[in-house]
């Protein structure tokens, strides 16, 4: 769990450095041209979602995602190696009573 919180904390940090990238990109029209006016905060915003830094910040929120996915299949891979332990020596009971259930049945001196 302390994965997942990790994940969720950097997450939200990224989250929102992205609205504030949102809000610095007001761009607005220019006249009926269809042109799109952007500040220089703006520009900056847009620079950040494609910097080092941002794509950075993203693979450090899947790290603890990737971490938490390899302990849990390790733990799954664990525990179906000891369920099919378990299983094998339930089986090896089972035809060892049997096979002592069906010498009690014989008659004496059949064994």
């Known amino acids: 769990m302390l994965l997942l919180e990790e994940s969720e904390?950097?997450?939200?940090?990224?989250?929102?450095?992205?609205?504030?990238?949102?809000?610095?990109?007001?761009a607005r029209a220019v006249g009926g041209s269809g042109k799109i006016e952007l500040s220089s905060a703006a520009l900056e915003g847009i620079r950040?979602?494609?910097?080092?830094?941002?794509?950075?910040?993203?693979?450090?929120?899947?790290e603890p995602l990737a971490?938490?996915?390899?302990?849990?299949?390790?733990r799954i891979e664990e525990e179906v190696a000891r369920r099919l332990a378990q299983h094998r020596q339930l089986r090896e009971l089972q035809l060892a009573l049997a096979v002592?259930?069906?010498?009690?049945?014989?008659p004496a001196g059949n064994n």
Do not use: D, N
Not at 9 to 26: C, G, N, P
Not at 48 to 62: M, N, T
Not at 67 to 74: D, G, I
Not at 100 to 106: D, I, S, V
């Open 48 to 62: 950040f979602l494609h910097s080092r830094e941002y794509h950075e910040a993203k693979v450090e929120i899947l």
């Open 67 to 74: 971490a938490l996915e390899e302990a849990l299949e390790s």
């Open 9 to 26: 904390a950097l997450s939200i940090t990224l989250v929102t450095l992205e609205q504030e990238v949102i809000e610095a990109v007001a």
């Open 100 to 106: 002592m259930l069906q010498r009690r049945g014989r």
